[in-house]
């Protein structure tokens, strides 16, 4: 009976080490960070779903603003802007929205549980080859608090949370 | 005809006539457009989100002042105009979410008072090119007046105000969409 017992904890901490190594070879294995100073943010398509043009904006501007809090680059450049031109290693994010449902700010306040925004943007990370670097499908939502426009700001906060992880 | 008659006559005339100067209105001299009490969400660079004052369109710029903050925008930067239609909490900002906490649920029975309002979103381009974007909120009536004015002004747009829409009174104008 105790030798029994005995070859339980050894199984035991065989398995445990087995799952720590694997874990460890795991983080070994995390994919290399993109490197690139500059990022330009093309104006959001929405070829698919009809996207109010506020929220167009909103999404664009939120984006910018939080890649500058981000600071993983040196510049971000806007939709346009013919500086962008002249950097080397410039990263183009170009985005698609793929999913629109706009809510509703009142039935979120009476009712907590329905009137919940949320947009899902298919978001490519390209370099200046054309060549994609990253892809995302990312969703921004709003759920209790707040008018519609702000899951545009959850998006964006997404963004650059993507964009600290893979830069 | 005596001297006598006809002086009166002039009179009457002189002063039918400066009347008419001064109390017809100048048909087609351009009111400068000022929209007090509008919101301005995001976009414009040197004001604070969400920051309230007074949206004004005068000799080709487009004017956003709240308190000492001011914005600055050319008219003719502008190249897309959209307006809307949305709807706000009668009740907002930090009392707002104050009144959430009310007992017996009266923080949700307020939260059914809503004021329509307008939104009006441009885009227009910076000295290096780069595109940008803001948008405001109004009261219910003004975005297409503003619109109007932009666009008499050089803006461009995208869609275009519809002629009957010209026509109609600016308490109930016409919107191109519902978001």
Redesign the interface.
Known sequence: MKRAGHCCVFAFLVAASLFAGSARSAQDKKPQKISASAIQIL?FQSDEVKL???????L???VIEELQKAGKFEHV???????AANTKDLITLRSNVTGFK?GS??AR??TTVAGATSITIHCQFVDKSGKVQLERDITGKVRF?G???RATYDFAKKVAKEVQESF | MSMRRLVPTLFVAAVALLSVVLLCPPGFAQQPVAVPDTKQVLGLEGVKHNSTGTLSIEKGTLQFKAGKKKADLPVTSINDVITGNDSQRAIGGFIGTLTMLGPYGSGRFLSLFRTKIDTLTIQYHDASGGLHGAIFTMPVGKAEDVKKELLAEGAKTTIPIEPAAIGQAPASPKKEQKP
């Open positions: 104006l109010p043009a506020e929220f167009q904006m909103a664009y501007e939120h450049y806007r939709d346009g802007d013919h500086a706009q700010e009142r306040q009476v608090f008018g519609n426009l």
